[in-house]
């Protein structure tokens, strides 16, 4: 039988360690978490709303089967840990529900989907056992709503030890930080902040500008890319090819050498044709676009918000010292 040792050393290979503090032991609290997801962008997201919700042990797992087989570890009598599985990277959600719910019939199931919740196949969701839906691109509020956690009122008792910990993070968690991230996201106040400096834990860098919630003004948001045509979130990058004899404009994959509109080979580059190379074609309408487009969560306040309506604040940077 594998020791929690072995468990714990596996995992770390299907995780993004960069988003990951601890793990500690495998006690069952209400802020401990498990996440079933194996996109980096939303990775990274989810574990800033989860960490402002006061979670301190987020259980990353790329894999299905890893996800249930660490839900189980966890199961103490009638107790057992909130799960949250990503909707459109698991084919066979339906199952992965049953199995979680065999193992534990009451337990907190949630999915993150950008699909309404009026359709169909989130109704049968529901009707399967779900506990809640978390809307892509996330709001705040849904997190609060199906999640149980510790919220603001832990927060007010946080000690000075608490304080520690924070600026420990910094280091061993970024490359560089911005002034006013280290404020709205780690609360780190100025005295904390004049320490870390002489202590060259951070090194002074340039000046900035970063987007922050035109609702509150704080740095501490999320963003989500989606697609400026269509606002689906499958889109890839990909070099285009456009073809002067006929206008076509198509993805330069395969033997790209001859156009697919009129079946001639599309001569030489500069002459014949010309190439796009950092474009983004979407997977749901075939749109194709230089640039995503940026929608922002507010993880202060839960305001939703596109880049051109941001708030820009100026912020010193600091490099890390490691």
Known sequence: MKTLSDIENEKQDHINLEQMRSFGEYDISEDAIIVIVN?????????????SL??????????????IDLFSK???KDTSVQIIIDHESNKNIKKTIKEILEIQ????????????????????LVDYGITGIIRKPFVLE???????????????????????????????TFVQISLNKIKDVFKIDETEIETMIKNRQIITDKEI????????????????????????????????IEHYNCGEVYPKEGNYNTCPKCNKQIGSVGTNYREFSEYHVCSSCNDKFPRPLYEF?????????????ASWKKSMNYKIQR
């Open 39 to 51: 996109s980096k962008p939303i990775i990274i997201n989810i574990c800033n709303i989860l960490e």
């Open 209 to 240: 500008q970063e987007a922050a919630c035109n609702r509150c003004n704080s740095t501490n948001i999320s963003y989500t890319s989606k697609c400026p045509a269509c606002k689906g979130i499958n889109f890839r990058q990909q070099g285009l």
């Open 142 to 172: 849904d997190f609060k709503e199906y999640l149980l956690y510790k919220g603001k009122n832990n927060q007010e008792t946080n000690t000075e030890k608490d304080t520690e910990i924070d600026t420990e993070i910094i280091p061993s």
């Open 105 to 124: 019939p009451g337990a907190k199931v949630l999915i993150m989907t950008s699909k309404k919740k009026s359709d169909p196949q989130i109704i049968k």
């Open 297 to 309: 969560t507010c993880l202060e306040c839960g305001n939703t918000f596109i880049e051109k309506l």
């Open 74 to 76: 966890f199961i103490n």
């Open 54 to 67: 006061d979670f301190k042990k987020i259980h990353l797992c790329k894999e299905v089967n890893e996800g």
